[in-house]
T-cell receptor, first 112, second 115 residues
């Protein structure tokens, strides 16, 4: 069974640009959540989707948005990038019945 | 407030020795779960062990075991017979049953296993 796949693995963007990150969950998993990991703030919850609906949202500005498609794949978008958005973005999937969340390898975003 | 605290930023242990990583948490919910995740240099978060709050018995997975003290809101991880491959950042996390997939993480403990 394939794991959680995040693309791209690395990304360099310029301040003011926007970026879209993708997450394909484990087959059969309908829940996808996103986390931002930085040295200063640690791991912070961004948002969670289940069956195409946002179920939870963390304390991030409106520049951070996401969506989930009917095949459970999820995307997150960050508009008007700031230097402070440089981080490792992790996606996790869960099947909705069990508690374990399985993580992808992350997307390393660098804003210059 | 829901918080997870890991008070040991870094720890070191000799190969084959035993080490214990500490974690305390705070939650007002009754249906919750606790996890230890490992993040090696590859950055992939790997589930090490989980504990259901309603279970009194401490979880065990091979060389990994937990000491879950519900009243004290303490959840420590014991690694026995430490191996070089155990070198990683370890995160304690709090999750909830039911619909949500949201996890609240501690700040992590960097464990170095020395040969």
């Amino acid at each position: 069974k394939a794991g959680v796949t995040q693309t791209p693995r690395y990304l360099i963007k310029t301040r003011g640009q926007q970026v879209t990150l993708s997450c394909s969950p484990i087959s059969g998993h309908r829940s996808v959540s996103w986390y931002q990991q930085t040295p200063g703030q640690g791991l912070q919850f961004l948002f969670e989707y289940f069956s195409e609906t946002q179920r939870n949202k963390g304390n991030f500005p409106g520049r951070f948005s996401g969506r989930q498609f009917s095949n459970s794949r999820s995307e997150m978008n960050v508009s008007t990038l700031e230097l402070g958005d440089s981080a490792l973005y992790l996606c996790a999937s869960r099947d909705g019945y069990h508690t374990e969340a399985f993580f992808g390898q992350g997307t390393r975003l660098t804003v210059v | 407030a829901q918080t997870v605290t890991q008070s040991q930023p870094e720890m070191s242990v000799q190969e084959a020795e035993t080490v214990t990583l500490s974690c305390t948490y705070d939650t007002s919910e009754s249906n919750y779960y606790l996890f230890w995740y490992k993040q090696p240099p590859s950055r992939q978060m790997i589930l090490v062990i989980r504990q259901e709050a309603y279970k009194q018995q401490n979880a065990t997975e091979n060389r990994f075991s937990v000491n879950f003290q519900k009243a004290a809101k303490s959840f420590s991880l014991k690694i026995s017979d430490s191996q070089l491959g155990d070198t990683a950042m370890y995160f304690c996390a709090l999750g909830y049953g039911g619909a949500t997939n949201k996890l609240i993480f501690g700040t992590g403990t960097l464990l170095a296993v020395q040969p």
